[in-house]
């Protein structure tokens, strides 16, 4: 811990000792310099040593943040997610954060580096959602290298990510245009897959991965519990619903009962007629030979019917919201509501449909109102 000065520069120097390498039990030595004065010097030395005896000195990694991402993302991440989920951020990785944060060592990035990213983001007009996905992979990559002591504290916690805001779901099929687009797709005999979406609020892949041994006729319940998925490594396949509360039971009325055994009948007699031909999977939804439906084929027919229709364009999805937006309406338990679209909780219910209770709570108000003023009320 000898203070020198550099003969060629003229500036002030030292080395210390600043513990142990873990690894191989050698002294790990700090060098700094660069000091314009023999006192500026002292003054570093002295509060490095004060750290080192506190034990509250802490030499940040030097390793890139790229190389650390990947090793992250691909060695605990991955593993922990669907993997249609860790293709889908692995293409925000790849083309959003590794190239912003290009050559950036980790402990270089700080709080204010990463508000920088998301204001970026907002020019380049992507959506605050959007950006918020990308908060919560800087986030985890950051609570790791903490966690692994490559930094001394998460950047991430102190940045500002844009808020999202729950916007209203907009553009729904009235009742009439829903209607006429049931009795396009039945003329067809195609009629299933809409169907479950709107009388059951089931998602894209569960109706595509439903089996015949999941229902059960004699009760009208359907077992929700799987899906079916597509990514560039595995190809398709069927996964379980992605939480408990996902895995559920739903209840239908007759007329989705009946639908659903003609078409179990009409599904018969092409197996019937292909034999051997017909790859017999139990699915409920799938190609004449019995294949399982490629999801994004089922997106183009739906576009291509809504054309036919000539009705508002909307998506798969949106199928869903017209289910729960109707059941709000009529004044349905939200709790059942929650339930039969596998919401973990009642609260995410209430706050994607928000727009639907706050008229209910509206309409109740006005009940109140009047059978509170009613003349023959004492």
């Known amino acids: 811990m000898i203070i020198k000065k550099d003969n060629k520069t003229g500036k002030w120097y030292f080395r210390i000792d600043v513990g142990t390498d873990p690894k191989t039990g050698k002294r790990k030595q700090k060098y700094r310099g660069g000091f314009p004065t023999r006192k500026a010097a002292q003054d570093e030395l002295t509060s490095i040593q004060a750290q080192v005896l506190d034990g509250s000195y802490f030499e940040p990694s030097i390793e890139m943040f790229e190389v650390f991402l990947n090793r992250w993302f691909d060695g605990i991440y991955r593993r922990n997610v669907e993997p249609t989920t860790a293709e889908s951020r692995r293409h925000i990785v790849d083309k959003q954060i590794i190239p912003y944060f290009d050559q950036k060592k980790i402990s270089d990035i700080d709080t204010f580096m990463i508000d920088e990213f998301y204001e970026a983001k907002l020019e380049e007009c992507l959506s605050a959602g959007y950006i918020k996905i990308m908060h919560s992979i800087l986030n985890q990559t950051f609570k790791k290298a903490l966690n692994w002591k490559l930094i001394k504290h998460n950047p991430v916690l102190e940045a500002s990510p844009p808020p999202v805001k729950n916007s209203k779901i907009k553009g729904l099929w009235t009742k009439g245009e829903t209607k006429q687009f049931l009795e396009l797709v039945t003329e067809k005999s195609i009629e299933i897959p809409y169907i479950l979406g709107i009388f059951t609020g089931m998602r894209r892949g569960e109706t595509l991965g439903l089996k015949w041994s999941d229902i059960n006729f004699e009760t009208g319940h359907i077992h929700v519990q799987r899906s079916l998925a597509r990514t560039k490594n595995q190809g398709l396949y069927f996964k379980n619903v992605k939480t408990e509360s996902s895995d559920r039971i739903v209840v239908v009325s007759d007329y989705v009962l009946s639908l659903l055994k003609n078409h179990q009948q009409r599904q018969e007699t092409m197996k019937n007629k292909l034999g051997e031909s017909f790859i017999d999977n139990d699915l409920v939804n799938c190609t004449l030979d019995g294949k399982p439906i490629e999801p994004r084929n089922l997106l183009r027919q739906f576009q291509s019917l809504i054309k036919e229709a000539n009705l508002p364009k909307i998506t798969f999805h949106d199928l869903r919201h017209l289910n729960a937006t109707t059941l709000m309406a009529l004044g349905e ?46």
Request: no cysteine.
């Open 333 to 378: 338990n939200p709790k059942v509501v929650a339930d039969r679209l596998g919401h973990s909780r009642v609260q995410v219910t209430l706050d994607i449909y928000s727009h639907v209770s706050t008229e209910l709570q509206r309409q109740t108000a006005n009940k109140f109102e009047q059978d509170f003023f009613r003349d023959n009320v004492q």
